[in-house]
């Protein structure tokens, strides 16, 4: 019979939350070595587009697939899908080392996504069900802290693997079946299950959940202005090399991880629409500064404030919507969610280059600083109900 541990021990924690860091892999890993990549390729037709879709191909099918992922995580055991999900990002992931051909490379990419759509989704509706209330904030913030820190990490270990070969940060992936193998000997099925949901009435409705899908978009579209547009700033602005580029962004998610960490102490003393006031202003100052002082050392301190509010904004998102869902529609309500996430990582540059071709890159930050430090007093002044 399978041992069943304490949900606050520390092996617990470690298994469960590097589920959630398997997803930041994703986009951080192979970045370093897409010059590398495209060089390689370069015989091939479009290899300039086709080479960035390497690492933006598998957003859009965490986009399609995550509200799926939702409604069958609702229906069956999680841990099961959790298991069969873990196991396919594994494989499609260092794949790549392998192959030799950019088809192949983006096929697998896709089948990536796919499996990292059902593993972010299955993870969080996990940490739903093991906690609630305050443990639930805690572990939510403790969540962040995983895949924020794990972001950076792995960033800088996939820059490392790529002075070797472009081929090298795919195998970085292997570490998703060390990650399996601590999950399927800790973790349980939750005691949520079959009856309950089975004798729920309760139908999913996305319009009572569509006001934080809309913030969570939002949010992260405006965080994406960093790894979009801040290297151009740094790089022609600033006249700095590009190996400042990865080391800049490499803060932002330290800083990340390190307010998701403490998300649940400002908890105590703020309400989550005064939490979304300090996460949107926090924004909107770093973009301000960055407008206002076109200095190397101003820009790190301004991706610290930037990278301080995504760990609040994201938390508070997740927060506000356990808050509202039970058992039976959970899973559902947190695809959608990481659906919209997603979705802000990908047309975030679509909503910032026309602004940045009209009013300059230097402009734009002052533009959607300004617009954040207004959300931000909207919350606090208007949205106090929440």
Known sequence: MKKQYDIYSKIFYFSLFSVSAMTVLGSTTIAPSLPNLEKHFNNIKNIEMLSKLVLTLPAIFVVIFSPISGYLFDKFERLKIIYIAMITWSISGFIGFFLDDIYYILTSRAIFGIATAFVMTGASALIADYYIGAKREKALSIQGFFTAFGGALFLIMGGFLSNIDWRYPFLVYLLGFIIFAFAFKVLFEPQRLHKQISQSNEKFNFI????????????????????????????????????????????????????????TRLRIYFKLNEMYCIGFCAMGVGYCLIYIFHNYLILLTSFIFIGFSLGILLITNSSWLFSLTNDS????????LASSVFMGQFLSPFITQPIAYRFGIINMFLIFGILLLAIGVIFLKIFKNI
């Open 329 to 336: 529609i959970r899973a559902k309500a947190y695809g959608f």
């Open 208 to 263: 009572k959940f569509l006001p934080i899908y809309i913030i969570s978009f939002f949010a992260m579209s405006m965080f994406y202005i960093i790894p979009t547009q801040a290297p151009f700033f740094i790089t022609h602005i600033l006249n700095k090399g590009g190996e400042l580029i990865g080391i800049s962004l490499a803060i932002s998610s330290v800083i990340t991880a390190f307010s998701s960490l403490f998300y």
